[in-house]
């Protein structure tokens, strides 16, 4: 098949598991996939403002909160935003009940309430290593995702108090509190669309739960080594980890870039 397009999701798949870094081999494959002429797109939970590191490598078009906002260079390709007065009622709720809420405009903030697990939970899921702003006038801006941190007895609370939102766990500790609903796999076909390109066409490559419609939207779909069970089930290929150059190694065992070894970007 001749691919047009590669979705990466990006921590766990683009970016190294352990330490956060992009692998080396990482780069060079995406230079190569670029020089083909092949669309290069992230898919993350991050927010557009945590993705400098993508644009340094040269990604122009970004999947970002999840699906719920797309962008390609400074065109705004997708966008699904939630009400103000929802926005405004779920911080209610959540500084009363005392639960940490995080808000996905193209940047990233929250509400007042900073607990441990928050933290861990967003280490292990944006490589955040300290909290993100407090935002107390998010009621004025534009939303496109809310994550509500806390168990399945926290999340009964909300889905009781606002049965019209929905309530999608993609975390142990973590929930995306939606208006309307929101995939990664809604926002791969938005940027197909807008590309004019059909599924078949595109590859995937993805590490967690939240990467399942994505490889199951396109038409072929990888998973990382270090990928979750759930995930490889799916998946068309699995791959080596993120450690271990595994998108490197399946692009060119699947024969998309070049075999040779020692490919180096020139300068």
């Not at 993508?54 to 909160?65: D, M, P, S, W």
């Not at 076909?189 to 994505?214: K, R």
Request: charged share 25%; with cysteine; glycine share 6%.
């Amino acid at each position: 098949m001749d691919y047009k397009i590669v979705f990466f999701d990006v921590d766990g798949t683009l970016v190294n598991y352990e330490d956060g870094r992009i692998e080396e081999s990482t780069r060079n494959a995406i230079e190569q996939l670029k020089n083909k002429g092949i669309h290069i797109v992230a898919a993350t939970g991050r927010p557009l403002s945590m993705c400098q590191d993508l644009r340094n490598i040269g990604i122009e078009t970004f999947i970002t909160a999840n699906g719920a906002y797309v962008k390609h260079q400074d065109q705004v390709i997708h966008k699904i935003p939630v009400a103000k007065e929802i926005v405004q009622a779920v911080k209610a709720f959540a500084d009363e009940n005392k639960q940490s809420l995080s808000f996905f405009t193209e940047q990233l903030s929250m509400n007042n309430v900073q607990e441990k697990e928050t933290l861990k939970a967003m280490q292990e899921t944006l490589s955040l290593q300290e909290f993100p702003v407090i935002n107390e006038d998010i009621v004025t801006q534009e939303v496109y995702l809310m994550c509500l941190y806390g168990n399945e007895d926290v999340e009964k609370k909300y889905t009781s108090t606002f049965p019209h939102l929905l309530f999608k766990r993609w975390h142990p500790y973590i929930t995306n509190v939606l208006q309307h609903d929101v995939s990664k796999s809604i926002a791969v076909q938005a940027v197909l669309d807008y590309f004019d390109l059909s599924p078949e066409e595109a590859l995937a490559f993805g590490d967690g739960d939240n990467d399942i419609d994505m490889l199951e939207q396109v038409g072929f779909g990888i998973a990382m080594g270090n990928g979750s069970e759930a995930l490889k089930n799916v998946a068309n290929y699995v791959t080596k980890k993120s450690t271990e150059d595994g998108i490197d190694y399946a692009l060119r065992e699947l024969q998309i870039i070049s075999n040779e070894k020692h490919f180096k970007i020139q300068h």
